[in-house]
């Protein structure tokens, strides 16, 4: 059974930062491209980030460049998303989740990915 389960997110005050992961159980880590997405009430899942298991191989949203950075740890099955400077505008619930199909390439597209997390609340207050 393939679990994907986020953690790090909280309250933090905006210019600030956090580090959130994903662990991912029940799966071949390394065969699946991983991406981070975050959605607010009302609105469709919105892309961040994603990233294949090559090293470089790494798209962003354009809101985030420069202030998120996405990573993978494939020994430990986890991925991460260092987010600096946080906006007001990052609040939303953030999900991580695992794409199998053509997972050389990294993807923004949330009906391409196979699995997804929970969700970990991230609010940035002013």
């Known amino acids: 059974q393939v679990q994907l389960v986020e953690s790090g997110g909280g309250l933090v005050q905006a210019g600030g930062s956090l580090r959130l992961s994903c662990s991912a159980s029940g799966l071949r880590f390394s065969s699946y491209a991983m991406g981070w997405f975050r959605q607010v009430p009302g609105k469709e899942r919105e892309f961040v980030a994603a990233d294949t298991v090559s090293i470089g191989n790494t798209v962003y949203a354009e809101s985030v460049k420069g202030r998120f950075t996405i990573s993978r740890d494939n020994a430990k099955s986890t991925i991460y998303l260092e987010m600096n400077n946080l906006k007001r505008e990052d609040t939303a619930v953030y999900y991580c989740?695992?794409?199998?199909?053509?997972?050389?390439?990294?993807?923004?597209?949330?009906?391409?990915?196979?699995?997804w997390g929970q969700g970990t609340q991230v609010t940035v207050s002013s």
């Open positions: 989740g695992a794409k199998g199909r053509y997972y050389w390439a990294p993807s923004r597209t949330p009906d391409e990915y196979d699995y």
